[in-house]
């Protein structure tokens, strides 16, 4: 064997590689012997506080998006752990619609009802104050990541419902203890269309025209900025686009596939990301100037068709002295804008000023959070049949709901008896909806007069202070107006309060 | 080497793998070393009946299909054999288009004739009865598959013409010895506004709309049912449309492509697979739950803008309570639907009933059998110019054939003295078309006014019963009416009688 | 380890695969240890000249395309050198829109400036004539290409403004000296809607609905002809779109990826290629046959939604007889379509007659080369902001430029004194722009009045004859209608005089 080949051996470490690649996998859930896992001699317990906010995020000069925003930023903040640790996040959902946390690559080992798919393995979080606490172990390490469940292609695939989570592995590979710079690039697409509409009726992802690398479009995101020498990592996440990500000035060695060692690390200039996977490529810098690193997918490569744009960004060495003519001169630099910095500042959940995301504007004079939505469908997102979506609503006096016909056929009142007294009974006419303002606090039932009888009935709790939740239940129990589908569903409802 | 890795290998037994992955593929393909091949000691041979009918399948709730379908089935059937058989399919089509069978994977080795490849290694399948028997080895193990060949984006991308072909091989896997559970996984696209039309002139996969597993887009679908302990493979085939299979609760190890076993087996939680290839994945069943198993692209994730939708599935444990809200609680249970029981039913073509199309309703009081249509093309489905297609026909007594201006500028008339004694004349006017119903058994020649100097005929046999093909061979020869190309294009459809 | 196993390995020469995968890279790049690196003996210096063309291609019978042609061709012509050679590549842009050369997978070790990327390591080469030479060492073996970086989705993506790159190894794999045939394969789209414009304001990516390999779309492209006994290496370039190539009849054995050996070689039936890389893949042909060979995604397969037709070809075997049936029975034959021929003309740049572009055809009387487009922009191009695009044409006597308002608000006048003496003053009032015809030889420069102290400025050179350009530098100092920035660009567009 020549001295080259060698010397190439001690880079890659391939024996390394493909050792770990072997080894590094959660053994509960491939091979059941507990004797392979590596022990994490100090587990660690991280709580974290979650919300999910109605916010507005500007993508790109031209075009602003209505979101829904763990911790009110988009990427969510950065989640980062040890393997073995336990994460513990208590969500709050603070939106008009349901929604869910899927921890995308962590095996939910025992605890299958963490895992965040809704009506398959829990229920969503209710919209208006939901809350839900998701407990589980890290046992799997690599760059994973977090996204919501419900409606995909509209919460996952436009509304900018994802983050990264971290999971450092207890034995890293050689090449990985090299590494001095790391990033993490989250590429996802978005519909200028619907941007500006929660629950456009139309399919978000039929045709995605603006492009973002961490909720940004180029020009407006940033430089990866390194030095001369550095063994910089790249976390590519193809969130919500695939990708072939290609790197100008390098060739960049594929190292991880979804977090995971590859037993054969492979050199390429422009590396394939299918959507819902990462793979990881480390590279050494040793080739200074300004380089490119883009998908090579031209429709990806404009913000609505102007160029140039999109999934986009430029590796600056430090030491390159600027030009006139660099379109990026004048950049203002954050440092973090690849996570960079949070991924040095220890364990937690790490949230980034420059990611938080804006309120959603005022329309018409009302503002957006003023107005709850309810939809009348005939199947829901958690695909169960006639429901009313959400079915509990949580709003403060003078605020409004809508109700609107989202399938048709379906006719709304307010149930005789099961409204604060001296409130206005409601109603939707079929295939109409309605805007209902609600001025008295309490609690108000309503149901759909055709389906009824399967349980197709709402709650809605006006006024945050505490409720006769257990006069509430007696009225549901006794009600002459309920059928006993109703009836149940309304007392599931209930405990929703 | 720590015990670990052994523990972890003899799992994988990457050593074995390597090897057949070496070894396991058709050498008189790729090495010409007959020494090499393992040898099927028993070999059998399959003599299957296959057909090709209209049909109609419901794809979702809000989606009904116009199908060519494969013994009235889509999938098409199993088709189980052991490397080294031989098959012998015999195929009648009994639809009004053009059709043959591709055997996606086997290598045709010395019969490359049997390829199905229209215009290029055969004639297609003529409609109307046309028939077609194919005979070649099946010396090339793995999950490989079927499907049309003609007209591609309509017949495979829209028209439900695919079935999966699993070759076991003589030398499997150490790991594929360790297999419990099997399930094949067909990925497909549909487009709504075609599906209710053979022959639009549309693209039809401009815009794929809805998206289903084995036929049936989710929640109409079905869950794969496990129990802990299980080794379970999925075949996971991109029949039409390329997905990114992520399962939840588990990571896959990837141990075969196209059938073919992988030097370097790998891990992942979300596996591409492109059009036309297929992946196998082997998972150790030890994480009890219910686990959704989809693609990560979100446009596949609905049923035309409805979710949830889509290419998506439940992995099922046995023993897992069900819950009131979880979707499928009250599924009706399939176990073969995604072949498993079939896979056990030993060798041959297996059909299942769970998959047979419906008739195709009439229409304006007419049943669609009883047209069929000629198109009349500057250029047919083989590449072939001016033609009429199919250019023979056979049909009952009282059926009509609708003659349709595909492309324009072609002036029918039948031939003078080649129709039967006292049959009308009867024409297509150029641009119009005409429908035409025959009432009086025979052979009927026409021929396109303008193009009949470069052989644009056509030939229709009314009646099934036997034809004085002689005779009409000698009228055809004699003809005055007829150009010399005419002449050699009639002679060659009559053999098709 | 068996016989079979031994003999399978002598074909694939793993070790040695794996071997030179390790060390085969540019070591310079991704190592920094100069032993490693095999060093060219006698590395030769390639001098060519490159121009870039106005021209028109056909890719189909319905449909020409207007394209920006590499030395007028489509594909751009080969480049083939040995791995350490010199490349010294002057570019003559002829057209009226910028471009640059990117080449795609050289390093460009120290000279970053080389690499194409317009704005971010070099500017724009102008239109009408504007020069650039590239300079630099091919360090890096494999199939690599060129291609514009300016405008991609528009230049690449349906602009034909792609070629290819082989650099041949020195130490090349033990499995490719056995190649006897080569062919390379560029795969991209088209979109006819905006073919016939070179600036429709729409994203050209788009909707693309033609599809092309070495820019003919089957059946308008050729036959991959072999014979048997041969080892065939296809270089699969998916230049502008993805594919999963599939080829009938034998198994493909993959084995570079982006031009670099791969650890683990890899058999398949289809092999997925994304948008930018290139995958190698080595073929014993030991099956005689006719055998398609063509993309598995359908919707690659029409033209324009007319089938069969786009990425799709035929390999035929030597000595198959044709038959009257077989759609290529009477084709016309190139035996370089895939650069086949061109590949053993020894090293340099290899132009090739079949891929020469037409002329684009007069419209409305006037050559288009008579006309030169001028964009006023809020963002150029290269992603400065407010600016002409080109800023700086040069024209001859009696052309005309049209300052089309590409971006509204801008309101253009030619700077007093600083146009020929004589001549008549023009201007393009806020979006409308104008057409202006130059009778005068001479310099004029122009600005936008409402962005003129940010430098929107724009310079026009009539007559190729020599230019008073000390002369015209003064007038620029000294002029009191020019703002600071207004005169600093200036002067830098004088230098491209």
Known sequence: MSESILS??????????????????????????????????????????MTIEEAQVTIARDLKAKVWAYNNQVPGPLIHVVEGDTIEAA?????????????????????????????????????????????????????????????????????????PLIVDPLEPLPIEKEVTREAILMFTGWNSKVANDYFATEDPTDHLDFYSINGKCFPYNQPIRVKEGDVLRLRLYAATVGVAFHLHGHDMLVTHQDGLPMPAPYWAD???????????????????????????????????????????????????????????????????????????????????????????????????????????????????????DPGFVRISRGQSVEFVPWDFGHDLESVPGLIPEGAAPFSAPKNAGALVRFDKEGLYAYQCIAHRAI????????????????????????????????RLRLMALLEKL
Chains 1, 2, 3 share one sequence.
């Open 91 to 163: 969500v709050v959902n603070n939106t008009t619609a349901t929604h869910t946390v899927h921890w995308h690559g962590v095996p939910m080992t025992g605890t299958w009802w963490m895992d965040g798919a809704p009506g398959i393995n829990q229920e969503a979080i209710n919209s208006g104050g939901g809350e839900f606490t998701y407990r589980f172990v890290a046992n799997r390490p690599g760059s994973l990541w977090y996204h919501c469940h419900v409606e995909v292609p509209n919460h996952v695939g436009v509304r900018g419902m994802w983050g």
């Open 270 to 388: 422009t590396v394939a990301v299918a959507e819902g996977q990462r793979k990881d490529v480390i590279i050494r810098m040793n080739n200074p100037g300004r380089w490119p690193a883009h998908d090579h997918n031209e429709h990806h490569l404009s913000n609505g068709g102007d160029t140039p744009g999109g999934l986009f960004t430029i590796v600056e060495y430090e030491g390159i002295e600027s030009d006139p003519w660099y379109l990026w001169a004048k950049k203002e630099y954050d440092p973090d804008f690849y996570f960079s910095e949070s991924l040095k500042q220890g364990y937690g959940l790490i949230e980034q000023s420059g990611f938080k995301a804006d309120a959603v504007p005022d329309e018409a004079g009302l503002a957006a959070a003023e107005t709850v939505q309810v939809r009348m469908m005939d199947r829901g997102p958690d695909g169960t049949a006639k429901v009313f």
């Open 455 to 486: 349980g197709m009935v709402g709650l809605i709790a006006v006024g945050h202070s505490s409720h006769d939740k257990a006069g509430f239940a007696e009225k549901i129990a006794s009600s002459p107006e309920l059928s006993e589908g109703a």
């Open 8 to 49: 190439r051996r001690s880079f890659i470490q391939m024996s390394g590689a493909g050792a770990v690649a072997m080894s590094g996998l959660s053994p509960g859930v491939t091979d059941g012997g507990a004797h392979e896992k590596p022990v994490n001699p100090d587990p660690q317990t991280h709580h974290f506080s």
